[in-house]
């Protein structure tokens, strides 16, 4: 099991930008599949963005297509994502989460281990 700590969310204006990290401990998160969910109040829990444990694969849902980036470093343990030109829609407590899959997974059923989450809040 690994244990994952995200930060950097926050209040921004439309149009803001943001970076999201994720801390691993326990375990390298290199050798896990890893992934940003978002959850808006009385909403589903939905994927953002994921990256193969190789990092040769990204994967973004399509609202966020163009604006988000995924990106690991290793010698941190550390998984990011940079959101650009944000906008009052992706306000929402942001996960991220491990898997130790062989391939990609988009669902939340997938993910073991999960951080406690982190509010990002835009405003119009």
């Known amino acids: 099991q690994v244990h994952l700590a995200e930060s950097g969310g926050g209040l921004v204006q439309a149009g803001g930008s943001l970076r999201l990290s994720c801390v691993g401990s326990g375990r390298p998160l290199r050798n896990y599949n890893m992934a940003w969910f978002r959850q808006a109040p009385g909403r589903e829990r939905i994927y953002a963005a994921a990256?193969?444990?190789?990092?040769?694969?990204?994967y973004y849902d399509d609202d966020v297509k163009g604006r988000f980036t995924i990106s690991r470093d290793n010698a941190k343990n550390t998984v990011y994502l940079q959101m650009n030109n944000l906008r009052p829609e992706d306000t929402a407590v942001y996960y991220c989460a491990a898997d130790s899959s062989q391939y990609v997974n988009l669902a939340p059923s997938f993910y073991n281990d999960w951080g406690q989450g982190t509010q990002v809040t835009v405003s119009s």
């Open positions: 990256m193969h444990w190789s990092g040769a694969t990204t």
